[in-house]
């Protein structure tokens, strides 16, 4: 297998440092014309290749390939996940980098197919969106290529991980609801389907413990699926058992709030709503829906950042970023009438 000529290796020849290989491939200034012809020259007759635009892109990044890599569902959920790779797309535009995009069927998953990129080896390196199988990741991984993972983790995958601070985002958002009164708080989506809902669990009963509200174990709906009549029918006897709901997730949050109303209950009057990641369903909804902000530009640039970091340092510690949320106030949340 034919060695991959680095910027390094080119210093390394030349006696020079790396920052004015840099310098010198990505048309930056700090080094003469004649080092520079120098430099470009050697580039060619080793094998390097690299941009002759006019663009500045991170030291290190030109020419190279990443591959964005999603399930199918991850990338039918426009509203989150095709604003993250829209900003991916900009981030690696701006670095110089070219990206490649393959969604996964749950076929191709079970069957642990992998794209023939990833097979040949003909990409730098890999983002992976949300989580498809583990044993699908650690297949991709297993391929050896620097792979970042975006809005997921788990113990058996051994990569570098870019997260939402899910436990602390929903303690915050419980503790909104405390402030206003309420002291019954109950719980609606899928833990089995996300790590991060897990967690968001995990931070509501961080707040009630703390703050000591009740959780009515009713109130606790956490198999639901994400579907507007699954949740309407398991609503229905715990309806009034809670003054306001935590959702996890904005689908989740309108499903919730159209479903108390077709009960009886008024919201925010009867029944809070809380939700999460302030796509457009927490602003359609009636009334628009108190919900945590996820910085998707900011999600974007720590993982193209991770993943150049990555290819620049493969022996650097692993590591996971955990980003800030900001909680967005709007007409579903209230102190309880009861």
């Given at each position: 297998?034919?060695?991959?000529?680095?910027?390094?290796?080119?210093?390394?020849?030349?006696?020079?440092?790396?920052?004015?290989?840099?310098?010198?491939?990505?048309?930056?200034?700090?080094?003469?014309?004649?080092?520079?012809?120098?430099?470009?020259?050697?580039?060619?007759?080793?094998?390097?290749?690299?941009?002759?635009?006019?663009?500045?892109?991170?030291?290190?990044?030109?020419?190279?390939?990443?591959?964005?890599?999603?399930?199918?569902?991850?990338?039918?959920?426009?509203?989150?996940?095709?604003?993250?790779?829209?900003?991916?797309?900009?981030?690696?535009?701006?670095?110089?980098?070219?990206?490649?995009?393959?969604?996964?069927?749950?076929?191709?998953?079970?069957?642990?197919?992998?794209?023939?990129?990833?097979?040949?080896?003909?990409?730098?390196?890999?983002?992976?969106?949300?989580?498809?199988?583990?044993?699908?990741?650690?297949?991709?991984?297993?391929?050896?290529?620097?792979?970042?993972?975006?809005?997921?983790?788990?113990?058996?995958?051994?990569?570098?991980?870019?997260?939402?601070?899910?436990?602390?985002?929903?303690?915050?958002?419980?503790?909104?609801?405390?402030?206003?009164?309420?002291?019954?708080?109950?719980?609606?989506?899928?833990?089995?389907?996300?790590?991060?809902?897990?967690?968001?669990?995990?931070?509501?009963?961080?707040a009630a413990w703390e703050l000591g509200?009740?959780?009515?174990?009713?109130?606790?709906?956490?198999?639901?699926?994400?579907?507007?009549?699954?949740?309407?029918?398991?609503?229905?006897?715990?309806?009034?058992?809670?003054?306001?709901?935590?959702?996890?997730?904005?689908?989740?949050?309108?499903?919730?709030?159209?479903?108390?109303?077709?009960?009886?209950?008024?919201?925010?009057?009867?029944?809070?709503?809380?939700?999460?990641?302030?796509?457009?369903?927490?602003?359609?909804?009636?009334?628009?829906?108190?919900?945590?902000?996820?910085?998707?530009?900011?999600?974007?640039?720590?993982?193209?950042?991770?993943?150049?970091?990555?290819?620049?340092?493969p022996s650097r510690p692993r590591t996971e970023t955990l980003l800030p949320t900001?909680?967005?106030?709007?007409?579903?949340?209230?102190?309880?009438?009861?």
């Open positions: 297998m034919k060695t991959k000529v680095t910027m390094q290796a080119i210093a390394d020849r030349l006696n020079l440092s790396k920052n004015s290989v840099s310098q010198a491939l990505t048309g930056k200034a700090g080094v003469s014309d004649e080092t520079r012809q120098l430099i470009q020259k050697t580039a060619e007759e080793m094998g390097y290749t690299y941009s002759r635009r006019g663009q500045s892109p991170e030291p290190g990044a030109a020419s190279r390939t990443i591959a964005l890599l999603a399930s199918d569902f991850a990338f039918s959920q426009k509203g989150f996940f095709g604003d993250i790779y829209l900003s991916i797309d900009r981030e690696l535009k701006r670095s110089g980098c070219e990206l490649v995009i393959q969604s996964v069927s749950p076929k191709e998953a079970e069957a642990l197919e992998l794209p023939p990129f990833l097979e040949n080896k003909t990409v730098d390196g890999v983002l992976i969106l949300s989580h498809i199988t583990n044993d699908y990741l650690k297949a991709v991984l297993g391929t050896g290529i620097p792979a970042v993972l975006i809005d997921h983790h788990h113990p058996e995958l051994a990569a570098d991980s870019i997260l939402t601070n899910n436990r602390f985002s929903a303690y915050e958002a419980v503790r909104h609801l405390h402030g206003l009164g309420h002291r019954r708080i109950g719980f609606v989506g899928s833990i089995e389907f996300s790590p991060s809902y897990y967690e968001r669990l995990e931070g509501v009963r961080l509200l009740e959780l009515p174990e009713p109130c606790l709906l956490t198999d639901v699926a994400e579907d507007s009549d699954e949740v309407r029918r398991r609503l229905e006897p715990a309806a009034r058992l809670a003054t306001a709901w935590f959702c996890v997730n904005d689908g989740y949050g309108f499903m919730t709030s159209s479903a108390l109303q077709q009960l009886g209950l008024s919201v925010p009057g009867d029944a809070s709503v809380v939700s999460f990641d302030n796509g457009y369903l927490s602003r359609l909804a009636t009334p628009p829906i108190t919900t945590v902000d996820v910085d998707l530009p900011l999600y974007a640039s720590c993982a193209v950042e991770q993943l150049l970091r990555r290819l620049d340092d900001r909680l967005v106030v709007r007409e579903s949340t209230a102190p309880p009438a009861r």
